[in-house]
């Protein structure tokens, strides 16, 4: 898996929980613009956001504006997902995902691993 996403878990509402995705060996992760997406049970892939390899942040159109963020810290070679305000609604897997690139063009993911899984009970 070149991808691994971790930092899920089971929360209430209104709590806050960061994910984070590091690539797996001989994944040149620095190179490419990563970002996540979620999918919850019987409804359709979601983009969240994206950074590219320069940082530079391009989010999704999702319901999750001002209450998720995206960052990127190139020592550890880690991108993370902070979210806030957390929503049952937001109950899904979430998946770290790669570009085919350094740029976050059309949010067009082409590699992702198994995505950890969030839990928001009301």
């Known amino acids: 898996v070149q991808l691994q996403a971790s930092g899920g878990g089971s929360v209430q509402a209104g709590d806050s929980l960061t994910l984070s995705c590091k690539g797996g060996?001989?994944?040149?992760?620095?190179?490419?613009?990563i970002g996540w997406f979620r999918q919850a049970p019987g409804k359709a892939r979601e983009v969240i956001s994206c950074?590219?390899?320069?940082?530079?942040?391009?989010d999704g159109a999702g319901s999750v504006s001002g209450r998720f963020k995206i960052s990127r810290d190139s020592f550890e070679n880690t991108v993370s997902l902070q979210m806030t305000s957390l929503k049952p609604e937001d109950t899904a897997r979430y998946y770290c995902?790669?570009?085919?690139?350094?740029?976050?063009?059309?949010?067009?993911?082409?590699?992702w691993g198994l995505g950890t899984l969030v839990t928001v009970s009301s």
């Open positions: 060996s001989g994944f040149s992760f620095s190179q490419y613009a």
């Open positions: 995902a790669a570009m085919s690139g350094s740029y976050c063009l059309d949010l067009d993911f082409q590699t």
């Open positions: 950074i590219s390899s320069s940082h530079r942040t391009t």
